[in-house]
């Protein structure tokens, strides 16, 4: 299977929730993209007052990761830093030839 070029697309189904889904590839431009829509809301939150509290990446759509599992580790730890959770969610624990750390990547083990 060749995996396709990586997109996001964000959403708001709560007033403190903002999502981001990420599908095709998460490379290291994509994770760029990322963390620049992440640092974008936590300035919202910063110099706004913006109601966000939560931030859920969404790797369903994920085929593929390359070089840019970093980034949300960089992105959980900007969020923690503003007071804001953010969690990885829809990631498959166990899809054959993915590593682990970059669907736990928060010092969780992949279950068993």
Avoid: C
């Amino acid at each position: 299977m060749t995996a396709h070029a990586g997109a996001l697309a964000i959403g708001t189904p709560r007033p403190d929730t903002y999502v981001i889904g990420v599908t095709g590839t998460l490379d290291r431009i994509l994770g760029a993209r990322l963390r620049r829509l992440v640092d974008a809301r936590l300035l919202f939150v910063t110099t706004a007052g913006g109601p966000t509290r939560h931030i859920l990446v969404d790797l369903a759509g994920v085929e593929e990761v390359t070089s840019g599992a970093e980034a949300l580790e960089q992105a959980r730890r900007a969020a923690e830093e503003h007071g804001v959770h953010l969690q990885i969610i829809g990631a498959d624990p166990a899809p054959a030839g993915s590593a682990p750390a970059v669907l736990f990547p928060f010092g969780q083990p992949a279950p068993g």
